[in-house]
Nanobody, 125 residues
Framework: QVQLVESGGGLVQAGGSLRLSCTAS????????MGWFRQAPGKEREFVAA????????SYADSVKGRFTIARDNAKNTVYLQMNSLKPEDTAVYYC??????????????????WGKGTLVTVSS
């Protein structure tokens, strides 16, 4: 079992930045590929970014490519999502996700093994 706790959400103006963190406890963090999803009001949960267990491989949704960066620190059991040049359409609840695999380039909600409870990001125009 893996427990995931997100932090770092909040209110920011368009063009601003936020860094989300997700700290894991339980089984060996470095055994899991980690990802971020988001869900806006009235919309389905969508993939944002993912990173391999070693941190050497990453993937991003086209909508955030070039603006968001995912990273991990296995010594701290933490994965980060640095979000720059934020837009109002980035407003959503952001969820941390874990998969029991070294890396996956394709993520969907049904492929996730563990979820955090989410942190709200609001981008004002």
């Amino acid at each position: 079992q893996v427990q995931l706790v997100e932090s770092g959400g909040g209110l920011v103006q368009a063009g601003g930045s936020l860094r989300l963190s997700c700290t894991a406890s339980g089984r060996t963090f470095s055994s899991y590929a980690m990802g971020w999803f988001r869900q806006a009001p009235g919309k389905e949960r969508e993939f944002v970014a993912a990173i391999s267990w070693s941190g050497g491989r990453t993937s991003y949704a086209d909508s955030v490519k070039g603006r968001f960066t995912i990273a991990r620190d296995n010594a701290k059991n933490t994965v980060y999502l640095q979000m720059n040049s934020l837009k109002p359409e980035d407003t959503a609840v952001y969820y941390c996700a874990a998969r029991s695999t070294s890396y996956a380039s394709v993520w969907s909600p049904s492929t996730v093994d563990y979820w955090g409870k989410g942190t709200l990001v609001t981008v004002s125009s």
